[in-house]
C-alpha cells in the first residue's frame, strides 16, 4: 500500500532561513505527488503537485520541491522563510485507479524572528 | 468561481448521537473526497463520492455513510458517535478531466467534538 513518510514532526528556522521540510513516499510507480499548507483553524491549501511533467515544480508564496526518484523523495524547499510560513505542511502521495491522497503526518514550521 | 464550502464550522454532540456534515463542491467539479483529520496527525480518507456512488472507501467502519446529489453537493454522516470520532472532517472536490485533474481542492472543515 502507499504511504508517505515525513521527516521531522516540527522543523524551526529563523527568518530569512533555508526551508527544507522531508518527505519520502513508497511506491514501486511513482505516484503524482502534493505539498499541502494548513494554517490553525483552516482547511488544506495546494503548494505545489508533481504530476510527472518536471522533477522540479514550482509552487505558491514561494515554495518548491524535487522530484527524485532514486531516492524516493519529494522534499520541499524554500529559499527564505516568511514569518507567514508558519503554519502546518503534509506531504501526500495519490493513488492511481481513484483519487484517494495519502497523507503524511505533517511537519510543523516554526519561523522565529 | 465558489470554492469548497462545508456546514456547519463547529459542532458539539454527546456519545452515540448521530451527526450530519454537508459540502458543496467546487463549480464544475463531479467528484467529492472526505478525510477525517484527528488532533496532530495527518487526514484520512474516508470514502469518495462520484456520479452519486461510492468510489472507493477507506478503513471507516459502516456507521460512517454518505451521499452525493445531482448537483455535486455531498452529505457524511456518522451514526453512534463515539468519543474517538472528534476530529477535523474535511470535505475535497475534483473533476475527473481537466487542467486540474487529480488535484483535490479543500474545504475550510468541519470541527466535530463528541463528549
Known amino acids: 500500500a502507499q504511504s508517505v513518510t515525513q521527516l521531522g514532526s516540527h522543523v524551526s528556522v529563523s527568518e530569512g532561513a533555508l526551508v527544507l521540510l522531508r518527505c519520502n513516499y513508497s511506491s514501486s510507480v511513482p505516484p503524482y505527488l502534493f505539498w499541502y499548507v494548513q494554517y490553525p483553524n483552516q482547511g488544506l491549501q495546494l503548494l505545489l503537485k508533481?504530476?510527472?511533467?518536471?522533477?522540479l515544480v514550482k509552487g505558491i508564496n514561494g515554495f518548491e520541491a524535487e522530484f527524485k526518484k532514486s531516492e524516493t523523495s519529494f522534499h520541499l524547499t524554500k529559499p527564505s522563510a516568511h514569518m507567514s510560513d508558519a503554519a502546518e505542511y503534509f506531504c501526500?502521495?495519490?493513488?492511481?485507479?481513484?483519487?484517494?491522497?495519502?497523507f503524511g503526518t505533517g511537519t510543523r514550521l516554526l519561523v522565529s524572528p | 468561481e465558489t470554492g469548497v464550502t462545508q456546514s456547519p464550522t463547529h459542532l458539539i454532540k454527546t456519545r452515540g448521537q448521530q451527526v450530519t456534515l454537508r459540502c458543496s463542491s467546487q463549480s464544475g467539479h463531479n467528484t467529492v473526497s472526505w478525510y477525517q483529520q484527528a488532533l496532530g496527525q495527518g487526514p484520512q480518507f474516508i470514502f469518495q463520492y462520484y456520479r452519486e456512488e461510492e468510489n472507493g472507501r477507506g478503513n471507516f467502519p459502516p456507521r460512517f455513510s454518505g451521499l452525493q446529489f445531482p448537483n455535486y453537493s455531498s452529505e457524511l454522516n456518522v451514526n453512534a458517535l463515539e468519543l474517538d470520532d472528534s476530529a477535523l472532517y474535511l470535505c475535497?472536490?475534483?473533476?475527473?478531466?481537466?487542467?486540474?485533474?487529480?488535484?483535490?481542492?479543500f474545504g475550510p472543515g468541519t470541527r466535530l467534538t463528541v463528549l
Open positions: 475535497a472536490s475534483s473533476s475527473t478531466s481537466g487542467a486540474s485533474y487529480n488535484e483535490q481542492f
Open positions: 508533481y504530476t510527472s511533467a518536471a522533477t
Open positions: 501526500a502521495a495519490l493513488n492511481t485507479g481513484f483519487q484517494k491522497l495519502v
